[in-house]
C-alpha cells in the first residue's frame, strides 16, 4: 500500500501542472477512448455491410454490445469510487482498449466481435469517467473554454477515423481499417500516460446556496434529458454513416463523418464561451433543437448538401451537449455526478439501436426520424431545468437587493 502510494505520489510529481498540458493530456484520453475507440465503428459499419456480409441487425446487435460494455464501465465508476481515480485504471483501460481494436481484424464471427466490442465499451466508459472527473477538478476555477477544448479530443478522433476510412476504404479492407485505429488509439494513449487523476476532487462553489430538494430536481431533470439524449444521438451516431451511404454515395457517407469530427473539435469550447453570456442550460435546450433538426434532415431530402449539413449540425452539437451537462451536473454539486449521468447516457444509447432495429429493413430514414423525436423529448426536459434555474437566478438576485440582505 506504501509502495503505490509512493508510487502515484511520483507520478503527480512528474506530471505538469500547466492548465494547457491538462487540456492536452485529458484531450489525448478521451480521443482514443471515445473519438477513436467507440466512434470508428460507425465509419467502418458500412465497409463490414458491404465486405464482411454484416446485417444492419446484427451491426445493431454489436452497437449495443458495445453500449452494454459502456453502461458496466460508467457504473463501475458510481460503486468502485476509487477505481476512477487510479492512475493504474486509466492506463490499463487505454491498453485494453487498443488491443480490443486490433482483434476486430482477426476475428470472424460475430460473437467475438460482440465481446471485443463489449469491452471496448467498458474500457471507454472508464477513461471517459476518469478523464472528464479529473478534468473538472484540476481546471476547476480556469477558463470554461479549456474543458471545452479537451472536450474537442472527441472530435479529433471522430475526424481522424473518418478520414482513415475515407482513406482505405478504396485501396483497402475493413480489417486494416480495425489495425489503424488501434496504431491510432495506441499513440493517443501515450500522450495521455501521463494524465493522473485526482485523490479528492473539488466541488464549485457556485450552488452553495441551492437547498437539497431543489437540487436533486434540477439534477433529475438533467438526468431525463441526458439520458434521452443518449438515445436519440446514439441512433443517428451509429447509423448516420450508413445512411447518407445507402442516399448519397460511399464517399459522401466518410466525408460527412470527417465533417461531424471537424465540426466537433472547435464545438465544445465555442458552446463553453457562448455560456459566458446566456445560461448553460438555455445553450442546452438550443443544441438540443439544432441537433434534433440536424439528425432529421438525411431523412427529410436525398442529395449531398443535406447529408453535409447534416454532418455538420450534429457534429457542432453533441460534445457541447455532453460538456455543458456533466459541467451543470458538477455545478450542482450532487455526488459522482459524472458518473451517474454517464450511467442515464449508456442507459439511452443501449435502447436506442434496440428501438429502431425493428425499422431498419427499410433503410435508416424513419430511424432518424425517431432518434429526431426522441432528442426533442430531451430538448423539454432541458427546458424545464432551464425555467428552474432562470427563476432561481431571479430569487437570488431579489434576495441581493433586500435591504435586510
Not at 463490414?48 to 452497437?63: D, F
Not at 485501396?171 to 493522473?196: D, G, H, P, Q, Y
Not at 444521438?233 to 469530427?261: K, N, P, Q
Not at 446566456?278 to 433538426?293: E, F, G, N
Amino acid at each position: 500500500m506504501n509502495a503505490m502510494g509512493s508510487a502515484e505520489d511520483l507520478v503527480t510529481f512528474r506530471t505538469p501542472t500547466s492548465p494547457w498540458g491538462t487540456v492536452g493530456r485529458v484531450g489525448a484520453a478521451l480521443a482514443a477512448s471515445m473519438g477513436i475507440g467507440r466512434f470508428v465503428y460507425t465509419p467502418v459499419l458500412p465497409l463490414m455491410e458491404a465486405q464482411a456480409g454484416l446485417t444492419p441487425s446484427a451491426g445493431a446487435a454489436l452497437a449495443t454490445a458495445n453500449y452494454l460494455g459502456y453502461l458496466l464501465g460508467a457504473l463501475a465508476g458510481i460503486v468502485l469510487l476509487g477505481l476512477v481515480r487510479s492512475v493504474a485504471a486509466l492506463r490499463v483501460s487505454l491498453l485494453v482498449l487498443t488491443l480490443t481494436l486490433a482483434l476486430m481484424s482477426v476475428a470472424s464471427n460475430e460473437t467475438f466481435w460482440g465481446v471485443l466490442r463489449f469491452i471496448a465499451g467498458v474500457t471507454s466508459a472508464l477513461v471517459f469517467v476518469i478523464a472528464v472527473g479529473t478534468m473538472h477538478s484540476t481546471l476547476s476555477g480556469q477558463a470554461a473554454h479549456l474543458s471545452g477544448w479537451a472536450f474537442g479530443g472527441i472530435g479529433a478522433g471522430i475526424a481522424l477515423s473518418g478520414l482513415v476510412v475515407l482513406i482505405l476504404r478504396s485501396m483497402s479492407t475493413w480489417e486494416s481499417v480495425w489495425w489503424v485505429a488501434a496504431l491510432l488509439t495506441l499513440i493517443c494513449t501515450l500522450a495521455a500516460w501521463t494524465l493522473t487523476p485526482e485523490r479528492a476532487p473539488m466541488a464549485p462553489a457556485a450552488e452553495h446556496r441551492t437547498s437539497p430538494k431543489r437540487k436533486h430536481r434540477r439534477f433529475t431533470m438533467l438526468f431525463i434529458s441526458y439520458s434521452l439524449e443518449g438515445v436519440g444521438y446514439i441512433i443517428a451516431g451509429t447509423f448516420l454513416v450508413a445512411a447518407i451511404d445507402h442516399t448519397a454515395g460511399s464517399v459522401a457517407g466518410s466525408g460527412a463523418w470527417v465533417i461531424v469530427g471537424l465540426a466537433a473539435l472547435p464545438s465544445a469550447p465555442l458552446w463553453a464561451l457562448l455560456g459566458r453570456r446566456w445560461s448553460r442550460p438555455i445553450l442546452l435546450v438550443t443544441a438540443l433543437v439544432v441537433q434534433a433538426a440536424g439528425i432529421a434532415l438525411p431523412a427529410l431530402a436525398d442529395g449531398i448538401w443535406p447529408a453535409l449539413i447534416s454532418a455538420f449540425l450534429f457534429g457542432g452539437t453533441f460534445l457541447g451537449i455532453s460538456q455543458m451537462t456533466l459541467t451543470i451536473g458538477a455545478h450542482l454539486q450532487f455526488p459522482r455526478a459524472v458518473a451517474i449521468l454517464t450511467t442515464g447516457y449508456s442507459l439511452g444509447q443501449i435502447g436506442g439501436p434496440l428501438i429502431v432495429t425493428p425499422l431498419l429493413s427499410d433503410g435508416y430514414h424513419l430511424a432518424l426520424l425517431v432518434a429526431s423525436g426522441i432528442v426533442l423529448a430531451a430538448a423539454l426536459a432541458a427546458a424545464l431545468l432551464a425555467s428552474t434555474h432562470e427563476s432561481s437566478v431571479e430569487t437570488s438576485r431579489s434576495d441581493t437587493l433586500r435591504p435586510d440582505g
